[in-house]
């Protein structure tokens, strides 16, 4: 009777230890098949904007109506930044509407365009009401716009950057802003 009581424990045991180790399996090929972890740091969802894609020309006819040719320059990229600008140049006017659009392409290239927001240059003065920052830069007459972690750079004037000026570079802005 002890020898069957022994044995009747023995396989008592070896059927606890195969159903936990089948709770195991099930655990573990339900994490595999579950949606993967990842590191959001490389991976989050980024959808770098292109920069004629936000300055149209139909945009920076409505800026300066003689502004049709354009030009694109190739995208530069990086691992985490996308960098693309586009322009328009007014021969009668000789005024250039421009837009030069650094793209986070990750959680990383968002962090360094924001970087760039933590301080204003000394040339700079703050501009509110456009993105989740912004500021004029006096002496290259840029309008610096962050939004979503993309950082955009307006310009509109003439060759010389002191003949850009704020107010018209905000009615650029003001164009395109729903579109950042």
Known sequence: MKNKSIWLMGVGV?????????????????NKTAAPQTDNSKTATYNPPKACEVL?????????????????????????????????????????????VRGAKDTSGAQTNRAQFAGIPATGQSVSGYGDAAYWDTSFGQLNILKHGNWYILTDGGVAPTSHKLDDTKKLADLIINKL
């Open 14 to 30: 070896i059927v606890v230890v195969a159903v936990v180790s089948a709770i195991v399996v099930v655990v573990l090929n339900a």
């Open 56 to 100: 149209t020309s139909a945009i920076a006819q409505k800026i300066s109506s003689g502004a049709t040719s354009g030009q694109e320059s190739p995208s530069q990229d990086t691992p985490s930044v996308s960098v693309s600008s586009c322009s328009y140049y007014d021969s009668s006017a000789k005024v250039s509407v421009g837009l030069l």
